[in-house]
C-alpha cells in the first residue's frame, strides 16, 4: 500500500536557524512527489514538484531533493514568515495522490 | 499558475441543514476535480473525485447520498453535505490536477471551515 511519512510532526526553530523535513514514502510507481506549504485555515500552496531521483529544485530559502525512498525540504535562514505547515505528497502513475500528515514549523524571531 | 477559487470560506449551519461548497477553476477548464476533508493537525483525505459529465467516485467510507457532489461545467464543481451533523464539522478542500498546464501539480481552492452547531 501506498504510504507518505512525514517527519517531525512539528519543528521550532530560531530565525536564521537551518533545517531539513522529511518526507518517507513507498509506491507502486512514482509519477511524481510535490511539497505543498499550507498556512492555517487555507488551503496548500503548491511548492515543488519532483520527478525522479537525484531531482533538486529551489526557491528562495528552500530546496528540495528526492531518492528513491524519501525527500527533503531543507530550510536556509529561515524568516518567521516561513513558519507554516509543509505538506509532502506522492502522485503514482494511477494519478492516485496521498498525502503526509505535515510537518509544523515555527520560526521564531 | 491555475486558480481554483473555493466559496464560502466559513459556514456555520445548524444540524439537520444541508450546505454547498462550490470550486471554480477560474482560468482553465478542470474535467476533474478532487474533494478533501482535513481534520486538525491531520493530512488531507481524499473524500471523492467528481468527472464533468459523470458521476463522481468517492473513496471507501464516504457516504454517497450525505456528501452529494456534482460537476455541473468544466469549471464548476459543488459539494453539498447534507443533513449535516456536528461530527461533519471540518475543513473542506477542493483541487484541480495542473494538467492542463503541462504539469501534473495539483492546484488547491482556499478551503472552507464547515462548523455545524
Known amino acids: 500500500e501506498d504510504q507518505v511519512t512525514q517527519s517531525p510532526e512539528a519543528l521550532r526553530l530560531q530565525e536564521g536557524e537551518s533545517s531539513s523535513l522529511n518526507c518517507s514514502y513507498t509506491?507502486?510507481?512514482?509519477?511524481?512527489l510535490f511539497w505543498y506549504r499550507q498556512d492555517p485555515g487555507k488551503g496548500p500552496e503548491f511548492l515543488f514538484t519532483?520527478?525522479?531521483a537525484g531531482e533538486e529544485k529551489e526557491k528562495e530559502r528552500l530546496k528540495a531533493t528526492l531518492t528513491k525512498k524519501e525527500s527533503f525540504l531543507h530550510i536556509t535562514a529561515p524568516k518567521p514568515e516561513d513558519s507554516a505547515t509543509y505538506l509532502c505528497?506522492?502522485?503514482?502513475?494511477?494519478?492516485?495522490?496521498?498525502f503526509g500528515a505535515g510537518t509544523r514549523l515555527t520560526v521564531k524571531p | 499558475g491555475a486558480v481554483v477559487s473555493q466559496h464560502p470560506s466559513r459556514v456555520i449551519c445548524k444540524s439537520g441543514t444541508s450546505v454547498k461548497i462550490e470550486c471554480r477553476s477560474l482560468?482553465?477548464?478542470?474535467?476533474?476535480m478532487f474533494w478533501y476533508r482535513q481534520f486538525p493537525k491531520k493530512s488531507l483525505m481524499l473524500m471523492a473525485t467528481?468527472?464533468?459529465?459523470?458521476?463522481?467516485?468517492?473513496e471507501q467510507g464516504v457516504e454517497k447520498d450525505k456528501f452529494l457532489i456534482n460537476h455541473a461545467s468544466l469549471t464548476l464543481s459543488t459539494l453539498t453535505v447534507t443533513s449535516a451533523h456536528p461530527e461533519d464539522s471540518s475543513f473542506y478542500i477542493c483541487?484541480?490536477?495542473?494538467?492542463?498546464?503541462?504539469?501534473?501539480?495539483?492546484?488547491f481552492g482556499q478551503g472552507t471551515r464547515l462548523t455545524v452547531v
Open positions: 505528497a506522492v502522485q503514482a502513475v494511477d494519478n492516485d495522490m496521498r
Open positions: 467528481s468527472n464533468e459529465g459523470s458521476k463522481a467516485t468517492y
Open positions: 483541487s484541480a490536477p495542473g494538467g492542463a498546464f503541462g504539469g501534473t501539480e495539483a492546484f
Open positions: 509506491v507502486s510507481g512514482l509519477r511524481g
Open positions: 482560468d482553465f477548464q478542470a474535467t476533474t
Open positions: 519532483l520527478y525522479s
